[in-house]
């Protein structure tokens, strides 16, 4: 259960469905609430997916390239670090907390489906997350461990249904500015965790020289 907890907390910060929800409801703003729906539990699904996959695979990926898991814990904190100094930095404008240009968006409203793209991918299932389960696989040999991750891969994916099919009734209650409030505490949290990626990362390479 700890495993379980730390897993599930430490993605649900970086995934942020709740930092994703202004973006959904602006891309979806003149889809029927069916549709909606469907979108929603696609791109839950392909996050889960996208993610399983690179936690499975991202060990052979980081061999193959003959990268370091210090050089990954800098390069993915670096990355979960910008993500979250962008969430803290967002009064307003959401976008910039999430991974997705103005010329992806443009692209988006254009497109009937955006499960896929950009909703799950980059917006959920960023470089961050990824590189955050990477990392975690590298630290684990055990099957159980394996099977517990997973679980909270699943679990992360099934809060995101919920919270994107909730996404407005809870933006009317809450507002843009509980909505701004949400979004920095958890930016907040996903900087502490890159530096604490970063500090993992650059520590034992000191230690080693």
């Known amino acids: 259960m700890e495993l379980f907890f730390l897993i599930f907390t430490a993605l649900f910060s970086v995934v942020n469905p709740l930092g994703a929800m202004p973006v959904f409801l602006a891309l979806t703003a003149n889809d029927a609430p069916e549709w909606r729906k469907s979108q929603a539990k ?3 699904l392909y996050v889960i997916l996208i ?9 052979y990926i980081l061999n193959f390239f003959g990268i370091s898991i210090e050089g990954l814990r800098i390069a993915g904190g670096i990355i979960i670090a910008k993500s979250g100094l962008d969430l803290l930095g967002t009064s307003g404008q959401y976008e910039r907390g999430r991974a997705i240009s103005k010329k992806v968006k443009r692209e988006a409203m254009l497109k009937n489906d955006i499960s896929f793209s950009p909703l799950a991918i980059p917006m ?5 997350s990824i590189s955050l389960l990477i990392s975690f696989a590298l630290e684990i040999d055990i099957v159980t461990d394996y099977l517990i991750i997973i679980s909270a891969i699943i679990a992360v994916g099934l809060i995101t249904f919920i919270v994107l099919i909730v996404s ?5 209650k809450i507002g843009e500015s509980g909505s701004s409030a949400i979004t920095r505490m958890i930016g907040f949290i996903v900087l502490a965790i890159g530096i604490q990626f970063i500090a993992n990362g650059v520590i034992p390479m000191l230690r080693s020289i």
């Open 51 to 59: 993610l399983i996959v690179f936690f499975l695979v991202g060990t």
């Open 42 to 44: 696609k791109a839950s």
């Open 168 to 172: 407005p009734r809870l933006m009317e």
């Open 124 to 128: 959920l299932a960023g470089p961050g």
